[in-house]
T-cell receptor, first 113, second 115 residues
Framework: GDSVTQMEGPVTLSEEAFLTINCTYT??????LFWYVQYPGEGLQLLLK?????DKGSNKGFEATYRKETTSFHLEKGSVQVSDSAVYFC????????????FGQGTTLQVKP | SAVISQKPSRDICQRGTSLTIQCQVD?????MFWYRQQPGQSLTLIAT?????????ESGFVIDKFPISRPNLTFSTLTVSNMSPEDSSIYLC????????????FGPGTRLTVT
């Protein structure tokens, strides 16, 4: 079945460092891809999405490009801030528009001043 | 967007008992879902709550253990039945606001501890 694999954390960076969190997926057809973020003590929020190959999702300085050839959707940010410390989840919605989401295991990011 | 509330926000229950979790949305939505997030784990879909009909369960989840109701387009309940400590998790309601929208919104979750 469809699945999502994320790089294991925790990831610890200094403020203003470059961030990459790897995400690869296995799916039939053309799923939609998402990054969700869970800040400490808060609920899950959609960070960005891409619904077809070569789409680039972006929000709050974060970007991810839907790469069909490598089945990847890596999350990047050029300069992280302490406020970016959170748990990041990569997810896919299988082709067929069922609405269901399949999540990766989550990556904890800690940014130090 | 959609604003989702869940009740209760947390509870501590004894094994063998049942708990019903409520999910209320501030607008009509096409799809509602229930997820489970076990301690230190990712989210797993339990079922899709269908309005006016039986929920659609994912592999590993059954109606007798997790009965779900969805009487209208803004409300759903999930019951965790005959609980055991393994049911200790955060249970989250999520919604999609339209079939053309790929955005899905999540409630704040219900933290359940079973002793």
């Amino acid at each position: 079945g469809d699945s999502v694999t994320q790089m294991e954390g925790p990831v610890t960076l200094s403020e203003e460092a470059f961030l990459t969190i790897n995400c690869t997926y296995t799916a039939t057809g053309y799923p939609s891809l998402f990054w969700y973020v869970q800040y400490p003590g808060e609920g899950l929020q959609l960070l960005l999405k891409a619904t077809k190959a070569d789409d680039k999702g972006s929000n709050k300085g974060f970007e991810a490009t839907y790469r069909k050839e490598t089945t990847s959707f890596h999350l990047e940010k050029g300069s992280v801030q302490v406020s970016d410390s959170a748990v990041y989840f990569c997810a896919l919605s299988p082709a067929g528009n069922t609405g269901k989401l399949i999540f990766g295991q989550g990556t904890t990011l800690q940014v130090k001043p | 967007s959609a604003v989702i509330s869940q009740k209760p926000s947390r509870d501590i229950c004894q094994r063998g008992t049942s708990l019903t979790i409520q999910c209320q949305v501030d607008s009509q939505v096409t799809m509602m879902f229930w997820y489970r997030q076990q301690p230190g784990q990712s989210l797993t879909l339990i079922a899709t709550a269908n309005q006016g009909s039986e929920a659609t369960y994912e592999s590993g989840f059954v109606i007798d253990k997790f009965p779900i109701s969805r009487p209208n387009l803004t409300f759903s309940t999930l019951t965790v039945s005959n609980m055991s400590p393994e049911d200790s998790s955060i249970y989250l309601c999520s919604v999609r606001t339209g079939t053309a929208s790929y955005e899905q919104y999540f409630g704040p979750g219900t933290r359940l501890t079973v002793t």
